[in-house]
């Protein structure tokens, strides 16, 4: 399973309680989080491009791997 982020733009004809029936028609999809027009689910790489076509003006983006992020922030030394 893939975990993939669903956002509505301003073309998106459905509304993001529709794009959930969408997700949910998905025999092994599951909806992990929703937040205003953004879907945050589970689901099945083989069935990505069929979701992509039934859900027109919205974004699938594949959750990969969190970036590092270096410190750039000064740290003054401390006193010995």
Same mark, same amino acid.
């Given at each position: 399973?893939? &975990?993939? @982020? !669903?956002?509505?733009?301003?073309?998106?004809? +459905?509304? /993001?309680?529709?794009?959930?029936?969408?997700?949910?028609?998905?025999?092994?999809?599951?909806?992990?989080?929703?937040?205003? &027009?953004? @879907? !945050?689910?589970?689901?099945?790489?083989?069935? +990505?491009? /069929?979701?992509?076509?039934?859900?027109?003006?919205?974004?699938?983006?594949?959750?990969?791997?969190?970036?590092?992020?270096?410190?750039?922030? !000064?740290?003054?030394?401390?006193?010995?």
């Amino acid at each position: 399973m893939l &975990k993939v @982020l !669903l956002r509505q733009t301003k073309t998106a004809s +459905l509304s /993001a309680e529709d794009a959930e029936t969408v997700v949910r028609s998905f025999a092994a999809a599951k909806v992990l989080g929703k937040e205003g &027009k953004n @879907l !945050l689910i589970d689901f099945d790489p083989c069935e +990505l491009e /069929a979701l992509r076509q039934r859900l027109p003006g919205w974004l699938a983006v594949e959750q990969g791997p969190p970036t590092p992020v270096p410190d750039t922030c !000064l740290h003054p030394d401390k006193p010995a």
